[in-house]
T-cell receptor, first 109, second 113 residues
Framework: KNEVEQSPQNLTAQEGEFITINCSYS?????LHWLQQHPGGGIVSLFM???GKKKHGRLIATINIQEKHSSLHITASHPRDSAVYIC???????????FGTGTSLTVIP | DTGVSQDPRHKITKRGQNVTFRCDPI?????LYWYRQTLGQGPEFLTY????????KSRLLSDRFSAERPKGSFSTLEIQRTEQGDSAMYLC???????????FGSGTRLTVV
């Protein structure tokens, strides 16, 4: 069993739709990260959360520490949002990430 | 300093050859991480350095793999006697402190033919 589970694995949306990607984890964490990976492979860090909610433009990330669950929301989705979104956690024992397998998002014009 | 740089971006090599990748982290970051990502999977941890000390190594890092960070700045990852199963994206990340924000490089895509 993976320490980090994401759903869905694949998601296709029409431009303008509201999108939610979910992440559940099974280990104690010091922080949770949402990452965006484009087809070329480069990864960009979107959010780092340890509690509550963060917003950046059309992106919103929330975390519920008690339920060990986080969500990434994209409002008014756009084709340029098409990418793989990866959830990763810093376990609070040790110094590494555990990664989800990613959610591949395609936004159709 | 515009971020974490990895070189080369792509590498195609014949099975059995040795390859070396380089990662230049953000200059003030004292932690540097190597990950490997195969198709359809999230990145897998390989190893990490704090300054020049290699503090943790994954079991994935077989004897054919070695990583160094001799002066606590750039790091190299060498794979000896490459195998087709080594084909993957090799990602480098750096951070200042644990849980204090990570920056990833664009990765080196290795193809072993």
């Amino acid at each position: 069993k993976n320490e980090v589970e994401q759903s869905p694995q694949n998601l296709t949306a029409q431009e303008g739709e509201f999108i939610t990607i979910n992440c559940s984890y099974s280990v104690g964490i010091s922080a949770l990260h949402w990452l965006q990976q484009h087809p070329g492979g480069g990864i960009v860090s979107l959010f780092m959360l340890s509690s509550g909610k963060k917003k950046h433009g059309r992106l919103i990330a929330t975390i519920n520490i008690q339920e060990k669950h986080s969500s990434l929301h994209i409002t008014a989705s756009h084709p340029r949002d098409s990418a793989v979104y990866i959830c990763a956690v810093n376990a609070n024992t040790g110094n590494q990430f555990y990664f989800g397998t990613g959610t591949s998002l395609t936004v159709i014009p | 300093d515009t971020g974490v740089s990895q070189d080369p971006r792509h590498k195609i090599t014949k099975r059995g050859q040795n390859v070396t990748f380089r990662c230049d982290p953000i200059s003030e970051h004292n932690r540097l991480y190597w990950y490997r990502q195969t198709l359809g999977q999230g990145p897998e941890f390989l190893t990490y350095f704090q300054n020049e000390a290699q503090l943790e190594k994954s079991r994935l890092l077989s004897d054919r793999f070695s990583a160094e960070r001799p002066k606590g700045s750039f790091s190299t990852l060498e794979i000896q006697r490459t195998e087709q199963g080594d084909s993957a994206m090799y990602l480098c990340a750096s951070s200042r402190l644990q849980g204090n924000g990570y920056t990833f490089g664009s990765g080196t895509r290795l193809t072993v033919v």
